[in-house]
Each structure stands twice: as structure tokens, then as C-alpha cells.
T-cell receptor, first 116, second 114 residues
Framework: AQKVTQAQTEISVVEKEDVTLDCVYE???????LFWYKQPPSGELVFLIR??????QNEISGRYSWNFQKSTSSFNFTITASQVVDSAVYFC?????????????FGTGTRLTIIP | NAGVTQTPKFRVLKTGQSMTLLCAQD?????MYWYRQDPGMGLRLIHY???????AKGEVPDGYNVSRLKKQNFLLGLESAAPSQTSVYFC?????????????FGPGTRLTVT
């Protein structure tokens, strides 16, 4: 069974600090996909990144970076020089390549508050 | 291009009442999904559809029914609402299979059952 754990329920940092959101996953499949979504106070979910299990390269997009380590089953998300607009709930999610099982399993989310 | 829209945005029901939530997407996506979001539990899949005329159960399907008569619309029905169905409901769509393509989400419907 697939499972995603986001152990950090809430994090608060002062603006311009760096912050890392942890995501640990469980799966028995060798082919799977990992996602990060952002849910700002307005409520909609915004797609941030998708990574497949065969691509362990780290990804950087502006102030955002992701560290995928299969050895520790982790897919952590770092925001560099945080800004108030980064305040949101962030969800990590996992999907296995399994025809007939379209389930995208979400973690419980990490609420990030950036203090001005 | 509106993306994914949901109607209504808010609704209050009394126990036993019924209602239908409408989801529409204009991206010609094959796959559509209904999730519910509860505090501390993330999002859980209720039902999904892999194409017009098809539906399937997700993780928490009890108490809900769905229909996908048109490719662009995905309806979620509550036949007899219960307080346990108080939640925020999100519709999503994706071009093809969930694991390979990102899902686009609607703005959500906040439902309260008293």
C-alpha cells in the first residue's frame, strides 16, 4: 500500500530564511511518481512539481528546489529566501504506475507560515 | 480558458437532504476526480472517471455517487447527506493517467451538513 508522511504539521520561519519541508513515502512499486502541491489561503491547489522514480536528479526552479533520495524514500522541498507569499499548506503526493488504480495518495500537509 | 470550475462554492444542507456538485473542465482532459479534504487528513479520493461514461470508486466512496455523461462534466451526488460529509470537496482533472500527468484542481466547494 502506498503512503505519504509529512511529519511537520506546521512550520513558521521569518521572511528570507530558508525552509525545508519533509516528505517520506512508502511504496512497493519500482515505478511511481511524486508530486508537490501548494494550497494558498485562497484554497485552490496549485501543482508545483512531478518527479518519476527513475529520475533522481534534484530540481531547482527559482527559489524552490527538490531533493529526491530513493535510498531514504524522501522527496523534500526547500524554499530559499522565503517570502510572505510562500505562506500556504504544502502537500506531497504519490502515485504508483498501476492500471486500474488511479489513486493519488496525499500526505496530510505542512502549513508553512512566513513571518514578515 | 477557465480550467476547472466547481458549482456551488458553498452549501449548507440538513441531514437527509440531497444535492449535486458540478465540476466542469475546458481542457479536454480524459480523467476527472472528486476528492474531499478534511482537517489533518489531506485529500482523499472519492470517485474518479477515466473517460466519458465511465466511473470508478476511490478510497472513500460510501455515501456518494457520480456520473460522467459528458467529457467535460463530472457530477458528485449526495443522496442523503450526513454530518460526516461536512468537508471541502475538490474536483480535479488530468490529461491522462494520474501518475504521469499533473492534476488540475478546481477552487473547491465547502459543504456543511447540520
Amino acid at each position: 500500500a502506498q503512503k505519504v508522511t509529512q511529519a511537520q504539521t506546521e512550520i513558521s520561519v521569518v521572511e528570507k530564511e530558508d525552509v525545508t519541508l519533509d516528505c517520506v513515502y512508502e511504496t512497493r512499486d519500482t515505478t511511481y511518481y511524486l508530486f508537490w502541491y501548494k494550497q494558498p489561503p485562497s484554497g485552490e491547489l496549485v501543482f508545483l512539481i512531478r518527479r518519476n522514480s527513475f529520475d533522481e536528479q534534484n530540481e531547482i526552479s527559482g527559489r524552490y528546489s527538490w531533493n529526491f533520495q530513493k535510498s531514504t524514500s524522501s522527496f523534500n522541498f526547500t524554499i530559499t529566501a522565503s517570502q510572505v507569499v510562500d505562506s500556504a499548506v504544502y502537500f506531497c503526493a504519490l502515485s504508483e504506475e498501476n492500471f486500474g488504480n488511479e489513486k493519488l495518495t496525499f500526505g496530510t500537509g505542512t502549513r508553512l507560515t512566513i513571518i514578515p | 480558458n477557465a480550467g476547472v470550475t466547481q458549482t456551488p462554492k458553498f452549501r449548507v444542507l440538513k441531514t437527509g437532504q440531497s444535492m449535486t456538485l458540478l465540476c466542469a473542465q475546458d481542457m479536454n482532459h480524459e480523467y476527472m476526480y472528486w476528492y474531499r479534504q478534511d482537517p489533518g487528513m489531506g485529500l482523499r479520493l472519492i470517485h474518479y472517471s477515466v473517460g466519458e461514461g465511465t466511473t470508478a470508486k476511490g478510497e472513500v466512496p460510501d455515501g456518494y455517487n457520480v456520473s460522467r455523461l459528458k467529457k467535460q462534466n463530472f457530477l458528485l451526488g449526495l443522496e442523503s447527506a450526513a454530518p460526516s460529509q461536512t468537508s471541502v470537496y475538490f474536483c480535479a482533472s488530468s490529461y491522462l493517467r494520474a501518475e504521469a500527468y499533473e492534476q488540475y484542481f478546481g477552487p473547491g466547494t465547502r459543504l456543511t451538513v447540520t
